[in-house]
């Protein structure tokens, strides 16, 4: 049986939107916000019945908002904006991706702030829960009054129109409610607006990139343990003294999660013992990736806010009777941590590439060149650093912020736009490259450990080291080396190597 989540507006978090995104948990509406819901639609037809101008209620949008609507207008007015607006390109959004912006959207309406009906919002939780998918194309937003394009092809499906995946299908929108036992709706007053204005697609492609990036950031220390094992890494890099001394707190997390994973290890060596000290990519790990870590934290924390915000304009407050026109839509909130989010990620990328470099790299180790026992007859682990060194430099360019672009639209109505949308896509995109370069990492570290026999691994680094090989014999001859990346990817995605180490060595930090 699926598990309940109760939805009120307020303490929705980013492992409860993944519940219901990638898990499949069906939501339910909280009593309490059903009452809020309630009211606040009562006070919209209060203003429409006293032919109040109201910005979206009784009048046009953007630059027609000095357009008067009459009340037996408003349903076309509503129809004609969500028609209009449905102007996404690109392939579809992920079906997770999908469930999270609807979910979002839920969330922001029934704080009572934005007035649709309760059958409408229904509408939407009926779509969660028997999953009924729109088809949102990726691009076509500007981030700027919330994510208007994506957001309409949303609520085309609502209304019996465009395209949705139903049971693995892809379908006419009218067909998969259909199908799916669920009643299409007619907007009225207010109701379109409110389901399209709003950063819920930003919000919900930085959600599943900030959940994976969290899962990553750990895998990266394992990988990263792995290296120094198989480097005979010095350990007194990572001793809690020094990072006491600069608490940055990513830094101290990262060196106890090191010496957490590399406790009990035979391979890693003291100062002096071999070397003074390791090159930054291994002696500085703590410190780079921590910064990555406190990035990402703040990025995590924005989220938190925003998922939990009232993000539509107007934005209505029955209990005083009043109606504010502001810019509680516009993505800047998050344009910025998004572009951040992908830097952070990017970083991890990096340095797991250079170190990759200093495991084939005979010049760097003592290890055989490009980790193959039969150098010159066969290639070995060349070109998988080609790869890597591809994918980083990739993420170079993704990660130019987006957020420092802005182009006027709606008749410079709307003079300064967010880019939001696109900072969080781009973050998903580097996101995908770091895990790629991670699983070569881990395949390289594997590879080095296994020319040196002697010497146990560390609890936690032997965890992850069983689980690659578990999947990938070593290489002893040429084969085709991507084969031996998407293994490795698979097993990131479904968390096998963190759930392994962390089953032996306990939760780690972040």
């Keep these: 049986m699926k598990s309940k989540i109760i939805i009120d507006g307020k303490n929705l978090t980013l492992d409860l939107v993944m519940d219901v995104a990638r898990f499949g948990s069906i939501i339910e509406l909280s009593p309490e916000s059903i009452e809020k819901v309630h009211i606040a639609r009562k006070f919209v037809d209060e203003l429409v019945d006293s032919k109040k101008v109201v910005y979206g209620i009784t009048t ?29 390109v690109g392939n579809p959004f992920d079906e997770e991706i999908v469930r999270a912006i609807m979910l979002l959207r839920v969330n922001n309406l029934v704080k009572g702030h934005s007035g649709v009906r309760l059958t409408t919002i229904n509408t939407l939780v009926d779509m969660i829960n028997k999953g009924v998918h729109p088809v949102i194309p990726e691009k076509g937003s500007l981030g700027a009054s919330g994510d208007l394009a994506p957001l309409a092809h949303m609520v085309l499906v609502m209304l019996g129109m465009g395209e949705a995946f139903y049971k693995g299908e892809r379908m006419d929108g009218k067909k998969a409610m259909e199908l799916a036992q669920i009643p299409t709706i007619e907007l009225t007053s207010k109701e379109g607006l409110a ?10 492609v930085g959600c599943v990139t900030t959940y994976e990036a969290i899962q990553l950031l750990k895998l990266s220390d394992i990988s990263a343990s792995l290296t120094v094992e198989a480097l005979k890494g010095i350990t ?16 101290i997390q990262t060196a106890e999660n090191l010496r957490t994973i590399l406790e009990g290890s035979e391979r890693t060596t003291k100062q002096g013992e071999i070397r003074v000290q390791d090159a930054y990519t291994l002696r500085c790990i703590p410190q780079i990736h921590g910064a990555s870590k406190d990035a990402i934290q703040f990025v995590a924390d924005r989220i938190q806010i925003e998922i939990n915000s009232v ?17 509680n839509f516009h993505g800047q909130p998050m344009a910025l941590p998004f572009d951040f989010l992908g830097i952070a990620i ?7 590439e250079r170190r990759i470099e200093r495991l084939v790299n005979p010049q760097l180790s003592n290890l055989p060149a490009f980790l193959t026992p039969h150098g010159g007859l066969h290639s070995g682990f060349m070109i998988a650093q080609y790869a890597a060194a591809a994918l980083v430099s990739e993420n170079k360019i993704y990660a130019h912020p987006a957020s420092v672009d802005s182009i006027p639209s709606s008749a410079n109505q709307e003079d300064h736009v967010s880019m939001g949308t696109i900072a969080a896509r781009k973050a998903k995109e580097i996101l995908f490259n770091a895990q790629n370069v991670i699983a070569i990492e881990l395949l390289c570290a594997a590879q080095a450990i296994d020319f040196e026999a002697n010497g146990k691994l560390g609890k936690g680094s032997k965890e992850a080291y069983d689980v690659v090989r578990a999947n990938v014999e070593k290489l002893e ?34």
């Design 60 to 88: 046009g949008f953007g630059k027609f908002s000095d357009i008067v609507i009459s009340k037996e207008e408003t349903t076309d007015l509503q129809t004609n904006l969500i028609i209009s607006h449905a102007c996404g």
């Design 195 to 204: 389901l399209i204005n709003g950063t819920q697609v930003m919000t919900a």
């Design 236 to 251: 007194d890099a990572f001793d809690a003294r020094l990072h006491a001394v600069r608490p940055h707190p990513g830094q």
């Design 311 to 327: 993000t539509d304009n107007p934005i209505l407050f029955p209990e005083d009777g009043v109606v504010f026109s502001g810019g």
């Design 346 to 352: 990017s970083e991890i990328a990096n340095v797991a």
């Design 477 to 510: 001859s040429d084969r085709v080396m991507n084969i031996d990346f998407n293994k490795i990817y698979d097993i990131i995605k479904t968390n096998k190597i963190l759930e392994a180490v962390e089953s032996a060595v306990g939760e780690l930090k972040i």
